[in-house]
């Protein structure tokens, strides 16, 4: 009650606030120098000031990262409205949604193109599990793109993108040492060294980084191991080089390692379904409805090995200025390592199994077992990817009333990707095997329910076995380029297209069976998937201060194969999935550009949907992506920030987006799962497949409907060289739904940061808390079958929200 009653009394501070400063500018337009500063950006390939450009971006400078102690994606999405971000295993893979349009495919597959692209100094991040690099390399500057970029940019930007710049050595020679010391083993270090090498020619810099965390959550199987640790180090550079005024070198690079144990990862227990159909062998039902708890235990096998994450990248850009045209060359090549451990049955002591023998209980649908143990399962995946690509364009000066831009672009990934499964039980002979029991049978003996799927019995004295290993290669071609004029002083109308070729090939060796089943060993699936991409802008600078636009672009997510045994010709290939977006909107300045306010709507039209669901033919559960209807959504975002007087600013943003499931949308994952008939779910019959799960108007999982922050900050002067600043942040995320049933609900949460720091021109030393309130939630859930558990329940692993971490960080420049 008292956290809420704060959170509630802060918000409606900061909203009187702002409510106050609004009406104050006009008395104060005397004072020249209260104006907002203006950023400037390149999502459209050329450098442009944000507010003239025709796209919704939010852009953060290293300064803006820094108050808001953003060091992560996840802590991005927390303190950016419109931007959501899920990860599992430790943080090695991560998700990137906008505008509430998580993907309905949600697959781990790195050659399934992801729905948001995430680039590092212009080079597309094929490995999602390493793009997470805000804390180890020397940030310049965050863009988050919002809506397709498919007409510039290509691959996986279908809802949108964001853009990581790495910090550029200066003219003068300058240094920043950076400390952090926080609660629960937090300890960070950052140095960064800048200089010319070579006057006016060659400038050089570094910057060398380290962090450990030794976690928050406390595990019930050892409460002296707490989880949701890591330790972090990272390497990055950059050389300028600039032999004369027309022509610029500039090359960057980074190397990062991250180690990372368990995060806080509990098991919502099959006990708990409380919706659906009912399954006689577990007698127990078949779905959870309602809102999944925030404080479930914690109990998980702390003797994992950890999960680690290396990534390299080296990119070089080439521009040389004509007097009527430029040429710029973008060369990137990037190597990145995952290998990821998480505990498969989510028990510390390990789950529940029963013990038959080979060649006399364990042969016949009618044997049974004679005892039974606990054993722990694991699940180990390695991934390595390397990618080259090559960007070649031509085009106009940034200040032309006709502004053009054509260029070719080459890029190549390979990703190995392997998995071990493991099952461990003491005491075992070697022609014991494990098998799933019928519960009430805890001590006994009995029949097996697992032989309905002789799958599943498993050998524990094999500790780790490969189950399975994909070697997946895609090179895409393309051509693109864009063409803008200014009919009128102030209105400017442009088109923009991509023509791109993706050739994927897809190539699985199976050993024993991966996560959800065999896989076709050594069969090759190759294809061709070509898409154009346009996009059509038209905006109107009505005033020097108020712009206007309106927009429609086509985003295209590429197809691709599903690798697996057992699946029908139609299952095999899922083709690439399209969304037209539509936007009208206007960026301001106003009393004297001390109000920045910024205002969208938007209406997405989602076509062909590559949905994540499980095979409605094969003979066991098995995980696929299918095209399964349409999507549409409706939405709106205000962005603002006002600088009140000289020493106060107050700002916020909200964004509210409804995706849903068109009519006729189905779900085959859940065909057997609501029962039938369902109370729960709206069942369709299709014509020659069978009965599914109705989707229709329910919104994808993981979606997030509304989201807002609102902040303020002071910056008062306490001497002629030092500064008091403080900054206060209200964030709130709406709930989201575990799958497309829309049944299960988790993720809701107001989350308040505060700062406050002494500052001069060289020193500074802040004192720091998130996530002020210790809002208990819940960050993630997924859901999959597990070996132990009888029937078809997907049981929910649930990953907590990190808790209140508060620290005091200094620096000085040099």
């Known amino acids: 009650m008292y956290r809420s009653k704060f959170v509630a009394l802060t918000t409606s501070a900061l909203v009187s606030a702002f409510a106050a400063s609004a009406v104050v500018p006009a008395a104060l337009a005397a004072e020249g120098d209260l104006v907002l500063e203006e950023i400037i950006v390149t999502a459209r390939k050329r450098k442009e000031d944000i507010q003239t450009v025709p796209i919704a971006i939010q852009a953060l400078t290293a300064d803006d990262l820094a108050e808001r102690n953003i060091t992560s994606l996840t802590d991005l999405a927390n303190n950016t409205p419109g931007i959501s971000v899920t990860n599992i295993t430790g943080g090695t893979f991560t998700n990137v949604y906008v505008r509430g349009l998580a993907p309905a495919n949600s697959s781990i597959d790195l050659n399934v193109e992801a729905n948001v692209g995430v680039f590092i100094d212009g080079i597309y991040q094929t490995s999602r599990n390493t793009a997470d690099v805000l804390g180890t390399v020397d940030i310049a500057q965050l863009d988050v793109v919002k809506g397709p970029q498919s007409a510039l940019y290509g691959r996986s930007t279908f809802a949108g993108a964001v853009g990581i710049t790495t910090a550029r050595p200066g003219s003068n020679p300058e240094g920043k040492a950076t400390v952090t010391i926080g609660n629960n083993g937090d300890y960070r270090g950052k140095v960064s060294l800048s200089r010319p090498i070579i006057e006016d020619k060659l400038a050089g810099s570094i910057t060398a980084s380290w962090s450990t965390y030794a976690g928050e959550f406390k595990n019930n199987f050892d409460p002296n191991d707490k989880l949701g640790g890591n330790e972090k180090r990272g390497v990055s550079g950059a050389l300028v080089f600039t032999p004369t005024e027309n022509f610029t070198a500039t090359f960057t690079g980074f190397a990062t390692k991250s180690t990372s144990e368990l995060p806080g990862l509990s098991l919502n227990p099959v006990t708990t379904h409380n919706c659906g159909g009912f399954n006689a062998q577990s007698q127990a039902f078949l779905l959870y409805c309602g809102k999944i708890p925030t404080n479930l235990p914690i109990d998980v096998t702390s003797t994992l090995p950890e999960s680690v994450s290396k990534s390299r990248q080296g990119a070089l850009e080439l521009e040389y200025e004509f007097e009527d045209f430029s040429i710029v060359s973008v060369t990137g090549i990037t190597a990145s390592e995952v290998y990821a451990a998480n505990d498969s049955d989510v028990y510390g002591t390990g789950a529940l199994y029963g013990v038959c023998t080979v060649g006399t209980t364990c042969g016949a649908a009618t044997g049974s077992y004679t005892r039974t143990v606990r054993a722990n399962s694991l699940l180990v995946s390695n991934d390595e990817v390397v990618t080259k690509s090559q960007e070649i364009r031509i085009q106009s000066p940034d200040s032309d009333r006709l502004q053009w831009l054509a260029g070719a672009f080459f890029f190549q990934s390979n990703v190995d990707s392997k998995a071990w499964a493991g099952t461990t039980a003491p005491g075992l002979g070697a022609n014991e095997r494990l098998v799933q029991v019928l519960p009430g049978l805890p001590a006994g003996t009995g029949p097996m329910a697992a032989l309905a799927n002789p799958g599943l019995i498993l050998d524990p004295t094999i500790v780790a076995r490969l189950a399975s290993q994909n070697y997946k290669q895609n090179i895409t071609r393309s051509v693109f380029g864009s063409v803008g004029y200014e009919v009128i002083d102030g209105l400017r109308v442009a088109a923009e297209g991509r023509y791109n070729i993706d050739r994927k090939t897809d190539r699985c060796t199976l050993t024993f069976f991966n996560a959800f089943g065999p896989c076709v060993a050594g069969q090759p699936f190759r294809g061709e998937f070509t898409s154009f991409t346009p996009r059509f802008t038209v905006d109107y600078k009505a005033t020097e201060d108020i712009f206007l636009f309106a927009s429609a672009a086509k985003g295209v997510r590429s197809g691709g194969f599903n690798s697996l045994a057992g699946l029908s010709d139609n299952e095999k290939t899922f083709d690439e999935e399209t969304n037209w977006t539509y936007e009208a909107g206007v ?159 988790f993720g809701e949460r107001t989350l308040t940061n505060l700062r406050l720091a002494l500052e001069s021109d060289t020193y500074s030393i802040a004192a720091w808390v998130t996530n002020l309130t210790d809002e208990k939630y819940n960050a993630n859930i997924i859901q999959q079958p597990r070996n132990y558990n009888v029937g078809t329940q997907r049981i929910m692993e649930v990953y907590h929200g990190e808790g209140r971490r508060f620290g005091v960080t200094a620096s000085a420049k040099f």
């Open 587 to 745: 960026k301001s300045w106003l009393f004297d550009r001390r109000v920045m306010l910024n205002a969208s709507a938007f209406r997405v039209n989602w076509t062909n949907l590559q949905l994540s669901t499980f095979s409605p033919t094969a003979s066991v559960a098995q995980a696929i992506i299918m095209n399964a209807g349409k999507m549409e959504t409706n939405g709106f975002e205000v962005q603002t920030e006002v600088r009140a007087t000289d020493i106060v600013s107050v700002g916020g943003s909200v964004t509210y987006s409804d995706p849903k499931f068109a009519k006729g949308t189905y779900d085959p994952a859940y065909s057997s799962q609501c029962g039938n008939p369902s109370t729960v779910c709206d069942l369709v019959t299709i014509t020659g497949r069978g009965t599914f799960a109705s989707i229709a108007g329910n919104r994808p999982a993981r979606s997030v409907k509304l989201q807002y922050n609102l902040h303020a900050t002071a910056d008062v002067p306490v001497s002629a060289d030092w500064t008091l600043a403080g900054r206060v942040d209200v964030n709130y995320t709406g709930p989201t739904h575990v799958n497309s049933l829309n049944l299960t609900t």
